[in-house]
């Protein structure tokens, strides 16, 4: 039998699985391990598949119950990458806040002026979604004197009706898809940040833009619905910082996933319990 990965994932522990075969997810039937990152697997093409070891947390596109029906086990990573991705946040808070790629963009094309942004410090800061990743945001928060509303506390729509920056951490599934619709982006209030590490669909994206044309909210974005397609009409608005869905992506976070997901495979292979089944 034999592991198929999408790509050699990052890190040294990568090595510890011996011969991996990197290619397409194409029809096979001597594949029982797949190594992908989140992409979508046609089970039908993988007659001898026992394991699904996902290099993400999010397991969005992956079909978790066809899997589990026919035998399927399916991995993540979770717990490793929240620190990574509660930095990028705030990276994307404080950008989008204090014009800072827009600043750059000026300076580079020969201007010198004063942006003048919104405060960081002291604003008041929305978590929607209070897992690992959530809860991370929230210990960054206490060091810029944030006063901070859950989403586990307060209704959705009040908690985007009192923040000034509101921060998404959920997982996309059926309860989460347009979960930011445009009548609740239409609550936010004037010069609110709205920054998404989590996955584009959690937002309507087409209600998205239209708010950010309007100029009246700021955002820091690092997934969109269909990544790597990113709205045409955001890339020229100044009030927007757009990021490649690189919230997990350092050096050091992706090898403790592909640390992970080695653990995972390993431990299928000696027949032991998977550490990280979904
Ligand atoms: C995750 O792990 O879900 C990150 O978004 C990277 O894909």
Do not use: C
Request: charged letters at 25%.
């Amino acid at each position: 039998m034999k592991t198929l990965a999408t790509r050699r994932f990052p890190g040294d522990a990568w090595e510890e699985l011996g011969d991996v075969e990197i290619g397409p997810l194409e029809p096979r039937d001597d594949v029982d391990v797949l190594i992908v990152a989140n992409e979508p697997v046609d089970l039908d093409a993988f007659a001898a598949l026992r394991l699904i070891a996902n290099f993400s947390v999010g397991y969005d596109r992956i079909d978790v119950e066809g899997a589990r029906a026919r035998g399927v086990a399916v991995t993540n990573t979770p717990g490793v990458l929240d620190a990574a991705v509660a930095d990028l946040t705030f990276g994307l808070i404080l950008a989008a806040r204090r014009r800072m790629v827009e600043g750059d963009a000026l300076i580079r094309g020969g201007g010198w002026e004063t942006l003048l942004g919104r405060e960081v410090s002291g604003a008041t800061l929305g978590i929607v979604g209070y897992g690992r990743i959530g809860r991370a945001v929230a210990r960054r928060a206490e060091g810029f004197d944030m006063p901070v509303l859950y989403t586990r506390e307060t209704p959705l729509d009040e908690l985007l009706a009192q923040s000034d920056i509101v921060t998404l951490h959920t997982p996309l599934n059926a309860e989460t898809t347009g979960l930011i619709s445009r009548e609740r982006l239409a609550l936010l209030r004037d010069g609110a940040t709205l920054v998404n590490t989590a996955r584009g669909a959690v937002v309507d994206e087409d209600a998205l833009v239209e708010e950010l044309v309007s100029g009246r909210i700021t955002a820091g974005l690092d997934v969109f619905v269909h990544e790597p397609h990113v709205p045409e009409r955001l890339r020229g608005l100044p009030n927007v910082v757009l990021t490649p869905h690189i919230a997990s992506a350092t050096v050091e976070t992706r090898g403790a996933m592909t640390r992970v997901v080695v653990d995972n495979v390993l431990a299928f292979r000696r027949g032991e319990a998977l550490p990280n089944v979904v």
